[in-house]
């Protein structure tokens, strides 16, 4: 048996001992170390994908930690090793897997959403979804690759590129992300955020962030002698962030839908029209966008540290859910898997 965070009903959540299997061939049993909560368990907690996810359901994707076992067939892990888990296991089978976008499979298993995820002390999973991590890299920063690998894959639809301006709508983690990498490949980027805690955290990290209580419309006319962005990533759900996000494009302009949006948006489709702008959408990743980021978090591009607002042990992780969901002085909350015997 293995303690684990679960998700029984909207809104409810909590800690209890699960079976805790084997590796079977071409398996690996992790020690979890660190688990970071982000907006798709938050989608879980308030009920919104009960329709996908069976209760009760071990929650969390965002993970760092060791090798513990490893099953028959598994050559190239040994415990002790330091990974983090690309968290999708596809058919190889559907249309999508045959013309090669493996990553969005019409019958794809989300881990941790749609199977049992890394909220617990023991997780066992394919061999072939972890990601080796370096030994210099802590496991608490490496616990943020998976979302820093979102914001490679999402820079790399919206085809970024060196000088071009863009926005940002909405500075969470994603977010800040996003903007992150994005300044990374040489873009000039601007953050549009309500909250004044997340806003100065993003300015300590040397991006320009706005408040949309302003005008920022007329800020993108000023910053961009009245051209418009080349880019806007719509991050924050909302229907105001989805019209900013239109309303900042210049013209060829290229909008990038992040945010999971739980009910249809209104889209000014003559907008569209008239400047001839595309919309893309950007879902989760492959193991190019993994490496990448792990890459990024290790060379300190990605200042993970600076995002980690608080960490908690795994019996707090239902109070943390609600304290994500209260807003505040919060950007990312890790959930403390290790124990004593794994080296976390």
């Known amino acids: 048996m293995t303690l684990a965070v679960r998700y029984t009903a909207a809104r409810a959540l909590d800690t209890a001992p699960v079976e805790s299997s084997p590796p079977g061939p071409g398996e690996v049993e992790l020690a979890p170390a660190y688990v970071g909560i982000c907006g798709t368990d938050l989608h879980i907690f308030h009920g919104d994908m009960d329709a996908r996810v069976s209760t009760p359901a071990v929650l969390g994707h965002e993970m760092s930690g060791r090798v513990v076992r490893v099953g028959p067939g598994v050559e190239d892990w040994a415990p002790g090793d330091a990974v983090t888990v690309m968290p999708l296991r596809w058919d190889d089978t559907c249309p999508a897997c045959r013309a090669g976008h493996r990553h969005i499979c019409q019958h794809l298993d989300f881990i941790g959403i749609d199977s049992p995820g890394a909220m617990q002390q023991r997780w066992t ?203 505040g002085d919060v950007m990312k909350i890790l959930v403390d898997c290790g124990d004593d015997t794994t080296g976390n």
């Not at 940002?168 to 549009?192: F, H, M, T």
């Not at 300015?203 to 806007?232: K, M, N, Q």
């Not at 309303?247 to 003559?270: M, Q, T």
């Open 125 to 327: 999973v394919p061999a072939a979804t972890l990601i080796r991590l370096p030994d210099s890299l802590p496991l608490d920063r490496a616990a943020l690759v998976e979302p820093t690998a979102v914001a490679v894959h999402d820079v790399a639809r919206a085809g970024v590129r060196d000088g071009e301006k863009t926005v940002v709508v909405g500075g969470g983690p994603v977010g800040v992300l996003i903007a992150l990498v994005a300044r990374a490949v040489g873009a000039e980027v601007r953050v549009v955020e309500p909250s004044p805690h997340r806003r100065r955290l993003a300015e300590e990290l040397g991006l320009t962030a706005w408040d949309p209580a302003d005008d920022v419309s007329e800020l993108v006319r000023e910053w961009t002698g009245d051209a418009g962005a080349a880019v806007a990533f719509e991050v924050s759900g909302a229907a105001a962030g989805v019209t900013t996000a239109v309303d900042v494009l210049g013209v060829r302009g290229r909008l990038c839908l992040v945010a999971i949006h739980p009910s249809p948006r209104e889209l000014n489709l003559h907008r569209f029209f008239w400047r001839e702008l595309t919309l893309v959408g950007a879902r989760l990743y492959d193991r190019h966008d993994f490496e990448k980021a792990v890459a990024l978090v290790a060379d300190g591009t990605i200042p993970a540290e600076r995002l980690i607002s608080k960490v908690v042990p795994l019996t707090q992780a239902p109070a943390a859910f609600e304290a994500l969901e209260g807003g």
